[in-house]
T-cell receptor, first 111, second 114 residues
Framework: LAKTTQPISMDSYEGQEVNITCSHNNIATNDYITWYQQFPSQGPRFIIQGYKTKVTNEVASLFIPADRKSSTLSLPRVSLSDTAVYYCLVGDGGSQGNLIFGKGTKLSVKP | EPEVTQTPSHQVTQMGQEVILRCVPISNHLYFYWYRQILGQKVEFLVSFYNNEISEKSEIFDDQFSVERPDGSNFTLKIRSTKLEDSAMYFC????????????FGSGTRLTVV
């Protein structure tokens, strides 16, 4: 699986848009980019997945440039409840479930 | 929204005792997993299970660990002789396909070995 690099932590205020960028310079052709969210003492929760360009769902948007060497998770108008750790994962799923979680980005949303 | 259910939410056990952690995956999912997270550390893969057999396991998943799907709905993780370093949150997850990274995780079982 491709190695990913993302900021260790980010601070934001309620109502702001938050963008978390993940670098994955050695992403392979078959790899997808997936983001998970984890609240304290809970299991990771799938947020969004994409391959290229832009993907949007009810929770977030995922922007992927043409070279796919990075991706940006965008959370519109965050609230206190968005305080969590956000993980960027890259892979094709061919490893039969061996998701490799890094340290993630700890997002703290303040009032 | 379908959920993965784990029981118990918290288990305290004495070192050397056997523990069984239980999970009910989403009913139409075919792939099942166990992960663990030691306090303050990364989420780590333990094992994946498909078609009633282990499909992949990590170095953590040694002979002290075993998994079973005894009745077609439950998925269990057994630790035969617990050690202090087994203290962690254990998460069960399931997915419909192995190619889809959109796994559904349970809320976890906090295992404390004393």
């Amino acid at each position: 699986l491709a190695k990913t690099t993302q900021p260790i932590s980010m601070d934001s205020y309620e109502g702001q848009e938050v963008n978390i960028t993940c670098s994955h310079n050695n992403i392979a052709t078959n790899d997808y980019i997936t983001w998970y969210q984890q609240f304290p003492s809970q299991g990771p929760r799938f947020i969004i997945q994409g391959y290229k360009t832009k993907v949007t769902n009810e929770v977030a948007s995922l922007f992927i440039p043409a070279d796919r060497k990075s991706s940006t998770l965008s959370l519109p108008r965050v609230s206190l409840s968005d305080t969590a750790v956000y993980y960027c994962l890259v892979g094709d799923g061919g490893s039969q479930g061996n998701l490799i979680f890094g340290k993630g980005t700890k997002l703290s949303v303040k009032p | 929204e379908p959920e993965v259910t784990q029981t118990p939410s918290h288990q305290v056990t004495q070192m050397g005792q056997e523990v069984i952690l239980r999970c009910v995956p989403i009913s139409n999912h075919l792939y099942f997993y166990w992960y663990r997270q030691i306090l303050g550390q990364k989420v780590e893969f333990l094992v994946s299970f498909y078609n009633n057999e282990i499909s992949e396991k990590s170095e953590i998943f040694d002979d002290q660990f075993s998994v079973e799907r005894p009745d077609g709905s439950n998925f269990t993780l057994k630790i035969r002789s617990t050690k202090l370093e087994d203290s962690a949150m254990y998460f069960c997850a399931s997915s419909y396909t192995q190619a889809n990274y959109g796994y559904t995780f349970g809320s976890g079982t906090r295992l404390t070995v004393v």
